[in-house]
């Protein structure tokens, strides 16, 4: 069975610092991995999808890579703002399922 | 893309109660999901509804608890059975969008069930 990992559990940096969060998956088997953003007592948002034949995608300030064979994936986020506080969630797909990591908590400080 | 809405986005109910969650798309779907997020934790699966079948229960989940309808393509409900305190969660409805790859899961804003 799929499991999928994030680390750190949560993260606190000041504003204006750039920041990785680690996202890592058991079997390598995955059509694609996806990076969500969740804001407190909200649903899902979107942020990247990478399918498994890509090695990362960007959007804006936001970049994800994707490292099927080490069954690891990265999410960059640059310059970041108070406004990027939030839980950010990894999953990734196959057997017709999406497995979701844990999440890690950003709390970007003013 | 698609649209998703839930209906309540919250309620408060008594133990022994059921309450049902309706999930709206604004486009045709094959496959919707259902989700139960815990305080502080991350989401798990309940069950996989297809339109015009039975829906799917992952170990652990059964239909008599969370019994799901799938009308048609566009719409979901899903019923939290008999409810007692360990049920407070967030739940979640979420659709497939895509192929070859680039299925994309998009997520209501979920519904907020506090049981007293």
């Known amino acids: 069975k799929q499991e999928v990992t994030q680390i750190p559990a949560a993260l606190s940096v000041p504003e204006g610092e750039n920041l990785v969060l680690n996202c890592s998956f058991t079997d390598s088997a995955i059509y694609n991995l996806q990076w969500f953003r969740q804001d407190p007592g909200k649903g899902l948002t979107s942020l990247l999808l990478?399918?498994?034949?890509?090695r990362e995608q960007t959007s804006g300030r936001l970049n994800a890579s994707l490292d099927k064979s080490s069954g690891r994936s990265t999410l960059y986020i640059a310059a970041s703002q108070p406004g990027d506080s939030a839980t950010y969630l990894c999953?990734?797909?196959?057997?017709?399922?999406?497995?979701f990591g844990s999440g890690t908590k950003l709390n970007v400080k003013p | 893309s698609a649209v998703i809405s839930q209906k309540p986005s919250r309620d408060i109910c008594q133990r022994g109660t059921s309450l049902t969650i309706q999930c709206q798309v604004d486009?045709?779907?094959?496959?919707m999901f259902w989700y139960r997020q815990q305080p502080g934790q991350s989401l798990t699966l309940i069950a996989t509804?297809?339109?015009?079948?039975?829906?799917?229960?992952e170990s652990g989940f059964v239909i008599d608890k969370f019994p799901i309808s799938r009308p048609n393509l566009t719409f979901s409900t899903l019923t939290v059975s008999n409810m007692s305190p360990e049920d407070s969660s967030i739940y979640l409805c979420s659709v497939e969008v895509g192929g070859g790859g680039t299925d994309t899961q998009y997520f209501g804003p979920g519904t907020r069930l506090t049981v007293l």
């Open positions: 999953a990734v797909y196959n057997f017709n399922k999406f497995y």
């Open positions: 990478i399918q498994s034949s890509q």
């Open positions: 509804a297809n339109q015009g079948s039975e829906a799917t229960y």
């Open positions: 486009s045709q779907v094959t496959m």
